[in-house]
């Protein structure tokens, strides 16, 4: 599993002109899901994604995670991030899960995102979603978790 966290001042995610998904200041995390990917990779994931100190403190280092600053957190899949672009000019998407494990798993993913943290946003599984941020640095990480 990947995920790209992007620190934010604000991110939304509109689907046939309608806001379905929205945060203020937090992390907007776009997951690709690998066909390997199971439910304990995803808790192992969102717990690091919750507690990665990638916001500043009063020192101004980055110290505080998303907890901490209590922000918002927006989970938008993203399959594309799984691509093997090593040959070629066209990526490969072989090693991304199959399209019904991954609406799945991205379903038990929000779930128990959902136990873990409070204040939690979506994309759609499938849609064709435009997103919109405000990168705050920016600060952007990627995360592997196998």
């Known amino acids: 599993m ?15 002109r309608k806001i379905i998904g929205q945060i203020e200041q937090g992390l907007l995390v776009l997951l690709g899901i690998e066909k390997n990917d199971n439910l304990s990779i995803a808790k192992k994931l969102i717990d690091k994604t919750l507690r990665y100190r990638m916001f500043t403190d009063a020192n101004g280092r980055m110290n505080n995670s998303l907890i901490d600053i209590n922000g ?37 993913i929000l779930t128990v995102s959902s136990i873990m943290y409070h204040n939690i946003a979506k994309g759609q599984f499938g849609a064709d979603m435009q997103v919109s941020l405000t990168n705050d640095g920016p600060v952007t990480f990627l995360l592997n978790q196998s």
């Open 72 to 108: 918002g957190l927006l989970l938008v899949p993203q399959f594309t991030l799984v691509a093997n672009t090593k040959k070629g000019l066209r990526p490969s998407f072989s090693s991304a899960a199959a399209p019904d494990a991954a609406a799945r798993l991205f379903h038990d």
């Open 2 to 16: 990947i995920a790209l966290l992007q620190r934010v001042n604000r991110a939304s995610v509109t689907v046939d």
